[in-house]
């Protein structure tokens, strides 16, 4: 018997850092719709790599917010069935940085609300799943006095079973495999006519790596987590405005690092994108003061006042370098104005992170082709989900598309009495 194929559709798509994950595990795009001109690039190159002759129709640089959007995602869709919707609404009125830097608190900001979008794009086509990814700011954020958590939670259960305790939702990039801390609310909807619950669903997507601060039974059967060494440490060593877009890989794919395999082909010679920023005199003089000395911004500023920032409003976190042996800090699109937040752990570079490393430690395989300039390239990487733990996701969403296809449950879209 032949593996059944399932269909999604990817909402506030991206870069693709979600729907690659799927792809990983054998799903198949009906639809990518993203505003973002050098993303949908982007969408459409991978879609190519994939073998897709339909990539141009498929990625929809589109408005989600257009009153038509439902017939135009249906000309694109046609007469196939979505199994799943994926995707995330943008996320800066709900994270704290987004916040602090709005005199509003973010309270009047557009994209609170665009959820609603997903929702409507949801209920039409009803698909047996979705996955809703957003920053763990969303839990806590109140519009106009109202959580508006609960707000989207009463709007996807018209449907949908959808799981609320956040010891249970939200989801730790390091503990999937990916070598930085990153924690996001993944809700994943099962339609109420379907005989699969939530909580199965959170069960299977299985643990596979143990987090710096676990002991004893918290360990059990995981491995390591993944460090910024496992990620990058192969990459040729670069100074500041040093590289090329595309340069050949130096290293012998034999002695890679595990994780290093998990991203490359051994035939894939190419590398691409390893291209460090030019940095100022000043700020390689702090990067590698602060590497070698394994310090962070205030100890620079208690030892090397020579070295104090001239602007004023520089936080204790400004500056920050990423340590070898644990994995990065949160990869976020703020990298596109400069790297101070990512240096590189090895002092005698002196440098931030190039568009390569960040995609390495957001677990993009080497062969993902990013569009656009560098600038465009950071933002994509930054707002990202990370494709390993998208494919933890997709794993365990197959398993149970996978179940119910083998009890005749793959299309029930009736529930006592009432089509949903």
């Not at 640089?61 to 017939?71: F, G, L, R, S, Y």
């Amino acid at each position: 018997m032949a593996e059944r194929i399932y269909n999604f559709i990817d909402l506030f798509a991206g870069c693709g850092g979600l729907s690659e994950g799927f792809y990983h595990q054998g799903f198949h795009a009906l639809a990518h719709v993203e505003i973002d001109h050098f993303a949908c690039k982007t969408l459409k190159t991978r879609m190519r790599y994939y073998g897709y002759s339909t990539a141009d129709h498929a990625v929809m640089e589109q408005d989600i917010t257009a009153k038509d959007i439902v017939k135009k995602i249906e000309a694109v869709v046609g007469d196939e069935v979505a199994d799943i919707i994926i995707g995330g609404p943008p996320c800066q009125s709900f994270s704290p940085l987004g916040k602090a830097k709005d005199d509003n608190n973010m309270q009047k900001d557009p994209r609170n609300y665009l959820f609603e979008n997903y929702v409507k794009v949801l209920n039409h086509f009803k698909p047996k799943f979705f996955v809703f990814e957003n920053v763990t700011g969303l839990l806590d954020t109140e519009i106009q006095g109202k959580s508006i958590f609960k707000i989207i939670l009463r709007r996807l259960r018209q449907k949908y079973r959808v799981l609320s305790k956040e010891e249970t939702i939200v989801l730790n990039a390091t503990s999937y495999g990916v070598p930085q801390e990153r924690k996001r609310v993944i809700l994943i909807g099962t339609r109420r006519d379907l005989d699969a619950k939530p909580e199965e669903l959170y069960a299977a997507i299985q643990k596979t790596h143990y987090l710096p601060g676990d002991s004893g039974k918290q360990k059990d059967g995981l491995k390591r987590y993944v460090t910024v060494r496992d990620a990058i440490a192969d990459l040729p060593k670069l100074h500041s405005g040093e590289g090329t877009v595309e340069a050949e890989y130096p290293n012998d794919y034999s002695e890679c690092p595990e994780y290093v395999k998990l991203l490359r082909k051994p035939s894939d010679t190419v590398l691409r994108d390893h291209v460090a920023r030019r940095n100022n005199e000043k700020d390689v003089e702090r990067y590698k003061v602060m590497a070698e000395n394994h310090w962070n911004f205030l100890q620079l500023l208690d030892f090397r006042p020579d070295l104090a920032h001239e602007k004023k409003r520089v936080f204790f976190n400004s500056y920050k370098v990423q340590w070898w042996d644990m994995p990065a800090r949160t990869i976020i699109a703020h990298l596109y104005k400069d790297g101070n937040q990512f240096i590189h752990p090895d002092y005698e570079q002196g440098r931030s992170l190039t568009v390569r490393e960040a995609a390495r430690l957001q677990s993009f395989p080497d062969d993902f082709i990013f569009e656009g300039s560098r600038t465009e390239q950071f933002k994509q990487i930054g707002n990202a989900v990370p494709p390993m733990l998208a494919e933890a996701i997709a794993k365990a969403i197959k398993s149970k598309l996978d179940e119910l296809e083998r009890n005749g449950q793959g299309d029930i879209q009736e529930c006592n009495g009432i089509t949903i």
